[in-house]
């Protein structure tokens, strides 16, 4: 839905500086700076033009990324107050100005995109602009992958994708829906009709940190998937009363916040402070106000199961706060006779995810760089980065396509 936005106001509160830090805090690299100014001297065009020579899908940035640790939290204003909400005017271009989509001819290259996540979309648009035939192969019924599957409908309007499925469809990408790579075609068949294979599959293999129990134990991912495409919340309404979620991303909160609307106790365990959250600071706070309970320097011991191996409560440790570990933020280690139960019929870990390759061919793992252990094939977002954020994989995107049209190069 369009929003009524007074871009010049947000353009005309913008420094212009010379060296941009909001631009140095995107991972897209969108040149924000230069945009604001065609805004400033009323060149809507001209914005638009800008926005989207670097950024392919503004209309998903602009409602998914973390602002306050990117583009806002960069700004020279957010030093002493609010940096400017640049993303708002990007949300203004993206509903109200078309792109101009200029093809080049055929090349008579043809690529396989194995995966129709935001990275394998960025990827197919920018080759079939390039004139590459390109064809995604993608497991479900919709382009998008973890924004479709696990992004909540309260948080963002789906319909978006649609308008990126379309767009695809007409440049040319043909799009093969509900097929599984290994189950439903081979990758060795794929290679064998494509002169490329680009894998954009997405990190699906979910850490449960060594937890397993027979009921009450649902995985984030798995949560999502069953509330979001399979449409089972009433069955969770009914079956929980008592929610646990186990840890600190965007993930967590989205599992959090989708449960706290069908269940009335959810709290999330988070081993750390609030500071070292990884959860875009606006999610958290809209789970708090939601009535989602949050057990900061907490974490899981053991989960206690019943007769038939269903769950029912925790054990729990407080943590406390030591010296920076390799990820930059504070270790943790476990404080003594502080252990304690918390009640709950509901478990669900979302401590992290990670790409398994083996699942489209035994054996098939990441080499050098973007490349794989069988030739023709590269590797972007989630396969390539690990799981990160829809910016990151539009940017990666982008550099597996053209990593792709190096290639025939050489």
Same mark, same amino acid.
């Given at each position: 839905?369009?929003e009524?936005?007074?871009i010049?106001?947000i353009a005309?509160?913008?420094?212009?500086?010379p060296?941009?830090?909001?631009e140095?805090?995107c991972p897209v690299?969108?040149?924000?700076?230069?945009?604001i100014?065609?805004?400033?001297?009323?060149?809507l065009?001209?914005?638009?033009?800008?926005?989207y020579?670097?950024n392919?899908y503004?209309?998903?940035?602009c409602?998914?990324?973390?602002?306050s640790?990117?583009c806002m939290?960069?700004?020279?204003?957010?030093?002493k107050g609010e940096?400017?909400p640049c993303?708002?005017?990007e949300?203004?271009?993206?509903?109200?100005?078309?792109?101009?989509n200029?093809?080049?001819d055929?090349?008579?290259?043809?690529?396989a995109?194995?995966?129709g996540g935001?990275?394998?979309?960025t990827?197919?648009k920018t080759?079939?602009?390039e004139?590459?035939?390109?064809e995604?192969?993608?497991k479900?019924?919709q382009? *998008?992958g973890a924004i479709?599957?696990g992004?909540p409908?309260? &948080? @963002? +309007?789906?319909s978006? $994708? !649609?308008?990126?499925q379309?767009?695809?469809?007409?440049?040319g990408?043909i799009?093969h829906?509900g097929?599984?790579? *290994?189950?439903?075609?081979?990758i060795d068949?794929?290679?064998? &009709? @494509? +002169?490329?294979?680009? $894998? !954009?599959?997405?990190?699906?293999a979910e850490n449960?940190?060594?937890?397993?129990?027979?009921?009450g134990?649902v995985? *984030?991912l798995?949560l999502?998937?069953d509330?979001?495409?399979?449409g089972?919340?009433?069955?969770?309404a009914?079956?929980?009363?008592?929610?646990?979620?186990?840890g600190?991303?965007n993930?967590?909160?989205d599992?959090a916040?989708?449960l706290?609307?069908?269940?009335d106790d959810?709290?999330?365990?988070y081993?750390r402070?609030r500071?070292?959250?990884?959860?875009?600071?606006?999610e958290?706070?809209?789970?708090e106000k939601e009535?989602?309970?949050?057990?900061y320097?907490?974490n899981?011991?053991?989960?206690?199961?019943?007769e038939?191996?269903v769950?029912n409560?925790?054990r729990?440790?407080?943590?406390g706060?030591?010296?920076?570990?390799?990820s930059?933020r504070a270790?943790?280690?476990e404080l003594?006779a502080?252990?304690?139960?918390?009640?709950c019929?509901?478990?669900?870990?979302a401590?992290g995810e990670?790409v398994d390759?083996t699942e489209l061919?035994?054996g098939l793992?990441?080499?050098?760089?973007?490349?794989?252990?069988?030739?023709?094939?590269l590797?972007c977002?989630?396969?390539?980065l690990g799981?990160?954020?829809?910016?990151h994989c539009i940017?990666d995107?982008k550099?597996?396509?053209?990593?792709i049209?190096s290639?025939f190069?050489?």
């Open positions: 839905m369009k009524n936005i007074d010049e106001k005309s509160d913008c420094l212009s500086c060296k941009p830090r909001c140095s805090g690299g969108n040149h924000i700076r230069d945009f100014k065609a805004i400033k001297n009323g060149k065009e001209e914005a638009a033009d800008t926005l020579s670097q392919p503004p209309e998903l940035t409602r998914l990324c973390d602002f640790r990117n939290g960069h700004c020279v204003k957010s030093i940096g400017i993303y708002l005017i949300r203004y271009i993206s509903d109200n100005v078309k792109r101009n200029v093809v080049k055929p090349n008579g290259r043809r690529i995109i194995i995966g935001i990275s394998g979309c990827a197919a080759l079939a602009m004139g590459y035939h390109v995604i192969f993608e479900e019924h382009v *998008g479709y599957t992004i409908d309260y &948080r @963002f +309007d789906k978006v $994708l !649609a308008d990126v379309q767009e695809l469809l007409d440049l990408v799009i829906f097929v599984t790579i *290994g189950r439903d075609v081979t068949n794929i290679l064998f &009709r @494509f +002169d490329r294979v680009l $894998l !954009a599959v997405g990190a699906e449960k940190g060594g937890f397993d129990a027979k009921g134990f995985g *984030g798995t999502l998937y509330l979001n495409i399979e089972k919340k009433e069955e969770y009914q079956k929980y009363h008592h929610a646990v979620v186990w600190g991303g993930v967590a909160m599992c916040r989708s706290i609307r069908i269940i959810v709290t999330i365990v081993r402070s500071h070292e959250m990884p959860a875009s600071a606006d958290v706070d809209a789970a009535g989602v309970k949050l057990a320097l907490t899981v011991k053991f989960l206690e199961t019943n038939n191996d769950v409560g925790i729990c440790v407080k943590m706060l030591g010296e920076l570990d390799e930059g270790s943790v280690h003594e502080t252990d304690f139960n918390l009640d019929d509901l478990f669900v870990p401590i990670k390759l061919k035994p793992k990441p080499t050098e760089g973007r490349s794989v252990s069988e030739a023709k094939m590797r977002g989630d396969a390539y799981p990160k954020t829809v910016a940017h995107g550099e597996a396509a053209y990593a049209i290639s190069r050489r």
